[in-house]
């Protein structure tokens, strides 16, 4: 088992961490958003991927997903955790919140870049339930623990919610108050800018993945409070930055117990649909990390 972790470069200053490196990866598909971080803490390995790249240079519409899942594949992650700041589309997520999300709806038009697969192979994959039963029992265990732990007792603390749905838009603007009231509408729980495809790509990789969806602000709905700002957001990811870091290092001896009965490892099973005499020697040397146990080369 190794543990990937995407999200800000905040996270690497994890205590206890040991062995770090970082590590250059090229792929298919470009290169990643960075160079990926190395690690180990009581004998899991991890590696960290800054999404946006340090000093978050990267627009959400700009982020190569598909290098970036390929690039964990690739190091031999088989497990994906996705910490990402949201917008709340419910009073009952309030800003410091965390959602541990288990459903995704799509408002973007990149379905072309949420694939391995196109260009003479086809396959389809399942996402009636798209992220991994046991990685997202696990992350809501060790966030309701580290929440508990640095806000002991106090009344009006921040909550951890199991489950919601993420809604993906575009951005990089945010929402209109139009938008986000239609989003309320349908009954969303929170807006975010990147995570479907990193859902949707860890799936066709056969890797357990989870996103721990951290509340920032009410999106623009809200009428008792105001509209979302990049200064709203930085104040409130940098506390949760400390609940995040403690999460992590809470999830670290969780994962040794995780027993492996889901079905992600094998989510392409039955996936391909083209012929295998169709598929060239070309496309499978380079595919190998994701295709390599069906389709190996000839």
């Given at each position: 088992?190794?543990?990937?972790?995407?999200?800000?470069?905040?996270?690497?200053?994890?205590?206890?961490?040991?062995?770090?490196?970082?590590?250059?990866?090229?792929?298919?598909?470009?290169?990643?958003?960075?160079?990926?971080?190395?690690?180990?803490?009581?004998?899991?390995?991890?590696?960290?991927?800054?999404?946006?790249?340090k000093g978050h240079r990267i627009l959400p519409g700009e982020i190569n997903h598909?290098?970036?899942?390929?690039?964990?594949?690739?190091?031999?992650?088989?497990?994906?955790?996705?910490?990402?700041?949201?917008?709340?589309?419910?009073?009952?997520?309030?800003?410091?919140?965390?959602?541990?999300?288990?459903?995704?709806?799509?408002?973007?038009?990149?379905?072309?870049?949420?694939?391995?697969?196109?260009?003479?192979?086809?396959?389809?994959?399942?996402?009636?339930?798209?992220?991994?039963?046991?990685?997202?029992?696990?992350?809501?265990?060790?966030?309701?623990?580290?929440?508990?732990?640095?806000?002991?007792?106090?009344?009006?603390?921040?909550?951890?919610?199991?489950?919601?749905?993420?809604?993906?838009?575009?951005?990089?603007?945010?929402?209109?108050?139009?938008?986000?009231?239609?989003?309320?509408?349908?009954?969303?729980?929170?807006?975010?800018?990147?995570?479907?495809?990193?859902?949707?790509?860890?799936?066709?990789?056969?890797?357990?993945?989870?996103?721990?969806?951290?509340?920032?602000?009410?999106?623009?709905?809200?009428?008792?409070?105001?509209?979302?700002?990049?200064?709203?957001?930085?104040?409130?990811?940098?506390?949760?930055?400390?609940?995040?870091?403690?999460?992590?290092?809470?999830?670290?001896?969780?994962?040794?117990?995780?027993?492996?009965?889901?079905?992600?490892?094998?989510?392409?099973?039955?996936?391909?649909?083209?012929?295998?005499?169709?598929?060239?020697?070309?496309?499978?040397?380079?595919?190998?990390?994701?295709?390599?146990?069906?389709?190996?080369?000839?």
């Amino acid at each position: 088992m190794k543990l990937g972790i995407i999200g800000g470069s905040g996270l690497y200053d994890l205590e206890h961490i040991k062995d770090i490196k970082s590590v250059k990866v090229e792929t298919p598909f470009g290169s990643p958003s960075d160079e990926l971080v190395c690690g180990t803490i009581d004998g899991v390995e991890l590696v960290f991927l800054p999404r946006h790249g340090k000093g978050h240079r990267i627009l959400p519409g700009e982020i190569n997903h598909r290098a970036n899942i390929f690039a964990l594949k690739k190091l031999g992650v088989t497990h994906v955790l996705s910490i990402s700041a949201v917008g709340s589309l419910k009073k009952k997520y309030r800003p410091m919140d965390i959602v541990v999300v288990d459903q995704y709806f799509d408002r973007t038009k990149r379905s072309a870049d949420h694939t391995f697969f196109g260009n003479g192979i086809v396959a389809h994959i399942s996402m009636a339930e798209p992220v991994c039963p046991e990685l997202f029992k696990t992350a809501f265990k060790a966030a309701k623990i580290s929440l508990d732990e640095i806000f002991p007792g106090k009344k009006g603390k921040p909550a951890v919610h199991k489950g919601g749905t993420y809604l993906n838009m575009e951005g990089p603007a945010f929402s209109t108050k139009a938008e986000s009231m239609v989003y309320r509408s349908w009954g969303m729980d929170v807006i975010g800018m990147t995570n479907l495809a990193e859902a949707k790509l860890a799936r066709e990789a056969e890797m357990c993945y989870t996103t721990v969806a951290m509340v920032t602000d009410y999106d623009c709905w809200h009428p008792d409070h105001e509209h979302v700002t990049i200064d709203m957001i930085i104040k409130n990811f940098t506390t949760n930055v400390k609940v995040a870091k403690l999460m992590i290092a809470k999830m670290i001896p969780m994962m040794k117990s995780v027993k492996g009965k889901c079905k992600c490892g094998s989510a392409l099973s039955a996936a391909i649909i083209t012929s295998p005499d169709f598929v060239g020697n070309e496309f499978r040397k380079s595919m190998s990390p994701i295709i390599g146990k069906y389709l190996p080369v000839k």
